[in-house]
């Protein structure tokens, strides 16, 4: 069974940063594109960052682009998701998810983790 686990989340003030862990599990990793995604209570779930070890592209969202940098290690079946400059408005539930190649298009993804909460304070 395909398993994805996030660790990382947690309180901090503005400006300061954080690193968020998604460990995957019971597949071959190289084969998923792993995202990092964010949803706030009463909004959908926005991808902040696709990563694709295979085929060797990474996507950011704007809205993220230079604060937030996703990576792979292959070896720990690990991405991360590097948080830095973190505003109030970062404040959300983080999940990772695969594969995340067509969810711009379509909106669907094979299996999520449980997600971790992430609090950003003024």
């Known amino acids: 069974e395909k398993h994805l686990v996030e660790s990382g989340g947690g309180l901090v003030q503005a400006g300061g940063s954080l690193r968020l862990s998604c460990v995957g599990s019971?597949?071959?990793?190289?084969?998923?594109?792993i995202g990092w995604f964010r949803q706030i209570p009463g909004s959908e779930r926005e991808m902040v960052s696709c990563v694709s070890s295979k085929d060797k592209y990474n996507r950011i969202a704007e809205s993220v682009k230079g604060r937030f940098t996703i990576s792979i290690d292959k070896a720990k079946n690990t991405v991360y998701l590097q948080m830095n400059s973190l505003k109030p408005e970062d404040t959300a539930v983080y999940y990772c998810?695969?594969?995340?190649?067509?969810?711009?298009?379509?909106?669907?993804?094979?299996?999520w983790g449980q997600g971790t909460p992430v609090t950003v304070s003024r």
């Open positions: 998810g695969a594969d995340c190649t067509y969810f711009y298009s379509t909106g669907i993804i094979d299996f």
């Open positions: 019971g597949f071959a990793f190289d084969n998923y594109p």
